[in-house]
């Protein structure tokens, strides 16, 4: 069964102060691993699809790496702006189309 | 700026009541999804289309009825719902892709729907 779990479940950083969420997933057949960002009482919204271990992406102050077991969402010095809930989810080739989220991991920044 | 809208933003229904969410999406996507998204839990898929045709039901409760009459709009008609359905009701659409890659979901604001 494909699964998703992410840590911490909470995490309170100061502006500034760089850090890392992370993502464990079981998949039969990675086909992506996606992260979104989302806002309260708002849809997510994308952020980066990864398709193979080793692959990374970077947008502003994220950037999102890929291994077989695991990924990561490395934030950068963050600002304020950047407090959310951070998603991920998995698509394996058992479940086509079907993303497999996890729980997220709120993020709040202080200034 | 998202190209998925969805109406109402905010619903507030009775048991006995029938509503109707609506999504459209402008992207020019040919897949459309029904997510619940329920406090401290995970997003839960609900239905897939691809191509006006339903091809994926998540063991819905039959008092959730989708329906898909082009590739651009989805509803979602509520009827006898409970008060556990209170949820955030997000509605997704992807441009399926051929391959072994999967497409990326795009989301839209989602509906706040609270069961009395």
């Known amino acids: 069964e494909d699964q998703v779990t992410q840590s911490p479940e909470a995490l309170r950083l100061q502006e500034g102060e760089s850090s890392s969420l992370n993502c464990s997933y079981t998949v039969s057949g990675l086909r992506g691993l996606f992260w979104y960002r989302q806002d309260p009482g708002k849809g997510p919204e994308f952020l980066f699809t990864?398709?193979?271990a080793g692959e990374e992406k970077e947008k502003e102050r994220l950037k999102a790496t890929l291994t077989k077991k695991e990924s990561f969402l490395h934030i950068t010095a963050p600002k304020p702006e950047d407090s959310a809930t951070y998603l991920c989810a998995v698509v394996g080739s058992s479940n086509t189309g079907k993303l497999i989220f996890g729980q997220g991991t709120t993020l709040q920044v202080k200034p | 700026e998202t190209g998925v809208t969805q109406t109402p933003r905010h619903l507030v229904m009775g048991m006995t009541n029938k509503k109707s969410l609506k999504c459209e999406q402008h992207l020019g996507h040919n897949a459309m999804y029904w997510y619940k998204q329920s406090a401290k839990k995970p997003l839960e898929l609900m239905f897939v289309y691809n191509f006006k045709e339903q091809t994926e039901n998540n063991s819905v409760p039959s008092r959730f009825s989708p329906e898909c009459p082009n590739s651009s709009h989805l509803f979602l008609h509520l009827h006898t719902l409970q008060p556990e359905d209170s949820a955030l009701y997000l509605c997704?659409?992807?441009?399926?892709?051929?391959?072994?890659?999967?497409?990326?979901?795009?989301f839209g604001p989602g509906t706040r729907l609270l069961v009395l």
């Open positions: 990864l398709y193979s």
């Open positions: 997704a659409s992807s441009q399926p892709l051929r391959g072994v890659s999967q497409e990326t979901q795009y």
